[in-house]
């Protein structure tokens, strides 16, 4: 299932056009998939700048093109066969900020094509690598299987290949590997235990009660401050029409900030910008 078959069964189900995922989830891994809905789609680009967390199972004696199950064998190892010690001991080299190349079955733009349609057309191209962040990855079990299989916690940051990182460390290893499973458990503020599957979706659908798996757009915005409106100033907030900063109780406490939330009875109402002593809407989110 890919992340926009996940998109339209949420439609179904939502009786709404109106749904965005804010992060692919590649058809071979499963867990968190944070979905938009209705106005919530416009604040979707912010849902998608977080960080990561995964549980990847990496297969050892064998790389694909792919990074993972799916992708034809570009190298296998007869022999090798690497003990948990030995992994153990590579991963502190993919902690921290750690270049990487994005594997060909990306949906990555080169020359305003996707990797993905490059390679099954056969093109071979350069694909520059890109700065990601590890913040976390440790070896939670170690299966001395033929051939050996890992567990990994993987935290990371935005943009980061967990396939990559996997034939990254086989290649360490001198041994090949690929990702065998892979869940994703957080995004952001969102973990795995609270969410839904599309089963309990289905079942809120049924009874007419789809609204209670719904979550409030000023929580997935927590991070940034919040202004509680008078009645003109939400009219002007509505129409896009900026708001005087001396207006605004404990304005001080605004500036420098990246967004601010404009509410009415603590609602979001819309988004806007800390610009020339004034709050500039750029995001109406309510009429």
Known sequence: MTSHDVVD????????RRVGHTGTLDPGASGVLVLAL????????FLADVDKEYRVEITFGRSTDSGDAYGRTVREA?????????VASVLPRFV??????????SAVHVGGRRLYELSRQG????????????????LKEFFPTSPPRAMLHVAC?????IRRLCSDLGDALDCGAYASFMVRTRVGRYEIASSATLEELQALAEQERFREALLPMDDALAEFPAVDLLPPQ?????????????????????????????????????LARVEEGLLKPFKVLRD
């Open 234 to 270: 939400r009219q002007a907030a509505v129409h896009g029409q900026p708001i005087p900063l001396f207006r605004v109780a404990h304005w001080q406490r605004l500036l420098g900030a990246k967004v601010v939330k404009l509410r009415d009875a603590g609602r979001l109402v819309a």
């Open 38 to 45: 209705e106005h919530a789609t416009r604040i979707a680009e």
């Open 78 to 86: 007869s022999s090798v066969e690497p003990t948990a010690e030995q």
């Open 9 to 16: 069964a949420v439609r179904r189900l939502a009786g709404t």
């Open 157 to 161: 940051s935005k943009g980061t290949y």
């Open 96 to 105: 921290g900020e750690i270049q990487q190349i994005p594997p060909m079955a």
């Open 123 to 138: 093109a071979v191209v350069e694909v520059p690598p890109r700065c990601v962040h590890i913040y976390a990855l440790d």
